[in-house]
């Protein structure tokens, strides 16, 4: 039995049978790092792998909370940290139905690596409830992040833990957390990132993993000598933070976006979408996308149940470059082959590992340049460290200000992902640069900080 395989199992045996996700992660970065294991035996001697697949700490806890019927509700929550070998333990909260501590110990490890490629002292963490809060006044809303951050509270702290968003958690959310930990700690500080502006959010917040993962693509396809983003067709998928902001900053660079997605279907537009139309559809109405279709005719929706299973309706859409900024393992090898035929240029994961483990390997195998979460989707977390420090020092930052450091950071990312690439053999496999650099500077940290 080689490394990699005793290493799955090990960690299968250790861990319970929800954990699906997390063991696709895990294998990918030991894929992606067997040369620089084999090259580094202080990395074995110092069993940095088995360290780092292990969480320092997971909390699991009860939420108990009031529907507006009357009703006591029982949720659970969590909150995995992870690694915080470069700094506080940083990662989002995510509110959705699927959330089980297998996802999260997917997403807490995944963002150590991200964490780590953006050269910011942040750490790798993960948080999130089962709560579902789709069809929820904003009573229930709030009642919910309030039982939610009675537990939270004692778990985090500006130097220990600073959660953010993700799915189901926009600022709406994180007000209403904040509130509750002001309220009982009496204390007014940085403990959560994606804060709204007039009480310490950072400018950019909102739009920084959307235009951070544009910023990336632009720079990867100039690394690859091809012309930028414009009247380039695009496709996205999702409607929500990411997307709409993705679909925003490629309007800006003269791209044109030609769909959405949601969990329940996909709007295709020839002439490019709507963003107005979308934005109040997403963020004001709270609907489903089916609307766009009875407002704008031109366009095209196919419902999920109407499109052959095990594909995905926006993956047949030709483009040149793909956004897939919905949720996990929503781009399957019938999508990569579809994508393949129509020609496509270029994949940028907006989401968190929405591609799987085949479709990327039939994608980068026909050429196709493949940008990785960790590495394209840094733009969120590091505008919220940005957030921090501007927390830290009661500073407020202009948007020029935050935006060209966004912009700076995420091509950072890029030129080093594609060196590290370079120098170990493997030019233009983003996959394998960004799970190397981002490995490399938290495993030397963890040889230098001790056991
Ligand atoms: P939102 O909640 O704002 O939007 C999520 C979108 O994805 C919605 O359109 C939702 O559809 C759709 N979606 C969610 N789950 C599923 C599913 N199981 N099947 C199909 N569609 C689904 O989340 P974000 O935009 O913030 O996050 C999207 C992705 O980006 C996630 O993977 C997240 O981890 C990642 N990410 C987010 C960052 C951020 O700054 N927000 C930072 C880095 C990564 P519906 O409305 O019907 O539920």
Known sequence: MNFLEETINRIKKSNCSTDGTFFQAVEEVLESIQPVLDANPIYARHSIVKRLTTPDREFKFKVVWMDDNQNIQVNTGYRVQFNNALGP??????????????????????QIFKNSLTGLPIGGGKGGSDFDPKGKSDFEIMKFCSAFMTELHKYIGPRIDVPAGDIGVGAREIGYLFGEYKKITSSYEGILTGKPFMFGGSLMRPEATGYGCVYFTDEMLKFAGLADFKDRVCT????????LHTIEKLYALGAKPVSCTDSKGTIYDPRGVDLELLKDLKLNKRVSLEEYCTINSDAIYTKVE?????????????????????????????????????????????ANMPSTPEAIHLMQKNGILFAPAKAANAGGVAVSEFEMSQNASMSKWTYEKVDKMLEETMRAICKRVHLTAEEYGMDGNYVHGANIAGFKKVADAMIAEGI
């Open 89 to 110: 333990y940083k990662g989002g909260l995510r509110f959705h139905p699927s959330v089980n501590n297998g996802i999260l110990k997917f997403l807490g490890f995944e």
């Open 236 to 243: 996205v998928s999702g409607a929500g933070n990411v997307a």
């Open 306 to 350: 109407d499109y052959p299973e095990g594909g995905h309706a926006v993956w047949n859409i030709p483009c040149d470059c793909a956004f897939p900024s919905a949720t996990q393992n929503e781009l399957t090898l019938i999508d990569a082959q579809n994508l393949v035929k129509n020609a496509c240029v270029s994949v940028s994961e907006g």
